[in-house]
C-alpha cells in the first residue's frame, strides 16, 4: 500500500488540525495505521495507532486526551484531529501501516509503509 499524508499547517498555541493519511492499493481495510512525529534535533516518535479493524487505538501519553486517530475505509483514508495544539506539537508527521497491525504496535520497525510527512507548526 502506498500513503500520502496532508492537512498540516501553521496554527497557533492551542487551535486545531486534521491531518489526513490517504492509501491507494487494495485491502486497505486489513491495514493498521499509525502516526508518528520528528522534530528537528529528536527522534521520530510514536503519536497514534489504529488497529486494521478500527476496533482499537493506543496513543502517545503526551498526545492522549487531545488527539484522537480514525478511520474511513471507504476512503481509504486514516486521520489524526489534533485538538489543543502546543508548541511541542511542532514536528513532521508521517504516516504508516502494515497489515493486520493491531493497536499495540508503536514502533517504527512494526510498520512496512511509509508516507512523505507533513509539517505542522504550532507558534506561541
Known amino acids: 500500500v502506498q500513503l500520502q499524508a496532508f492537512g498540516g499547517g501553521l496554527v497557533q498555541t492551542g487551535g486545531s488540525l486534521r491531518l489526513s493519511c490517504a492509501a491507494s492499493g487494495r485491502a486497505f481495510s486489513s491495514y493498521g495505521v499509525a502516526w508518528f512525529r520528528q522534530a528537528p534535533g529528536k527522534e521520530r516518535e510514536f503519536v497514534a495507532t489504529i488497529s486494521w479493524s478500527g476496533g482499537s487505538t493506543s496513543y502517545a501519553g503526551s498526545v492522549k486526551g487531545r488527539f484522537t486517530i480514525s478511520r474511513d475505509n471507504a476512503k481509504n483514508t486514516v486521520y489524526l484531529q489534533m485538538n489543543s495544539l502546543k508548541p511541542e506539537d511542532t514536528a513532521v508527521y508521517y504516516c504508516?501501516?502494515?497489515?493486520?497491525?493491531?493497536?499495540?504496535?508503536?514502533?517504527?520497525?512494526?510498520?512496512?509503509?511509509w508516507g512523505q510527512g507533513t509539517q505542522v507548526t504550532v507558534s506561541s
Open positions: 504508516a501501516a502494515s497489515q493486520w497491525a493491531i493497536a499495540t504496535m508503536t514502533k517504527g520497525f512494526d510498520f512496512s509503509s
